[in-house]
């Protein structure tokens, strides 16, 4: 029984994804921070789920977490790593507290630098483990090749990822391990139910608000029409397993809408942008 490593496993594309390899027949170390979570998530998936304790960001868990996927491997080779923990932070860059812009960057992307680290040599960069050799699948977004206004941190760190991946698909060509990029666009997970928990009572003196109570009734409605976490799913197995995968699958509800922002000249779609928010200049 081959075996994956999935972060973030405890709601959204991570619990899916979790969920999808467990019924492909996979032994699945699902990463979360609660034991409650834990706990819920083996009862869930039954006896191939192992839970793994640990946040992204504290790297001494991590590795401990990644000494004790290698004794239950018994010397076997990682499947893969779905590099998937994240969360979005929102606000205006003038205002945003640097706290919160630095605490977007340490999950989304140096949480995952630290898993590759951890889990790398289990994928086969340890040349004393046998069988095939492991992927990773970074989990990105269409934000990964588009800066959204008021959500520069989270458009940063998806940014952060896709140069990453690109990096380190070409750095671990040594070993035979490939790095394959999935960039969904909105999905149905909670990630944007939260945005209605933001508080904007610190922006209640920007001239940012209006702007910012637009974008948030946005994402709420992108997650109401958002795919199914469970396609995203799909796409993680099959970047895990073709033959011959793509470097980086975009998956959206509305491809059409992402084909027109990608052709338009930037100063027109900023305009657009701009005029839908109330970003212009008065006067």
Not at 10 to 30: D, E, H, L, Q
Not at 134 to 148: E, Q, T
Not at 238 to 262: C, D, F, W
Request: proline share 6%.
């Amino acid at each position: 029984m081959r075996s994956v490593v999935v972060t973030g496993a405890s709601t959204g594309i991570g619990w899916a994804i979790a969920k999808f390899m467990v019924g492909r027949g996979y032994r699945v170390f699902g990463s979360v921070r609660k034991q409650a979570d834990a706990d819920r998530l083996t009862g869930e998936f039954g006896a191939n789920f192992t839970p793994l304790l640990f946040d992204v960001t504290d790297e001494a868990a991590v590795l401990a977490a990644a000494r004790n996927v290698r004794e239950a491997l018994g010397g076997e080779t990682l499947a893969g790593l779905v590099n998937n923990a994240g969360v979005a932070v929102a606000g205006p860059v003038l205002e945003l507290s640097v706290d919160d812009f630095r605490r977007q960057m340490d999950i989304n992307v140096i949480g995952p630098v630290i898993a590759t680290q951890a889990f790398g040599p289990l994928l086969g960069a340890d040349p004393s483990l046998k069988g095939p050799k492991g992927r990773i699948v970074m989990i990105s977004s269409v934000a990964g090749k588009n800066g959204n206004p008021l959500s520069a941190p989270y458009c940063t760190s998806k940014h952060a990822i896709e140069g990453l991946s690109e990096s380190l698909r070409r750095e671990l060509m040594l070993f035979g391990i490939d790095v394959i990029i999935v960039a969904p666009g909105a999905v149905k997970t909670p990630i944007w139910s939260k945005a209605e928990e933001i508080d904007l009572s610190v922006y209640q003196n920007s001239p940012y608000l209006p702007a910012l109570n637009k974008v948030m009734a946005f994402m709420m409605a992108l997650g109401a029409k958002g795919l199914p976490a469970e396609r995203i799913a799909e796409i993680v197995f099959e970047a895990l397993t073709a033959a011959s995968p793509k470097v980086r699958y975009q998956i959206t509800p509305n491809p059409m809408r992402h084909l027109i922002g990608a052709v338009l000249p930037k100063r027109t779609l900023d305009r657009i942008i701009a005029k839908q928010l109330g970003l212009l200049p008065q006067g």
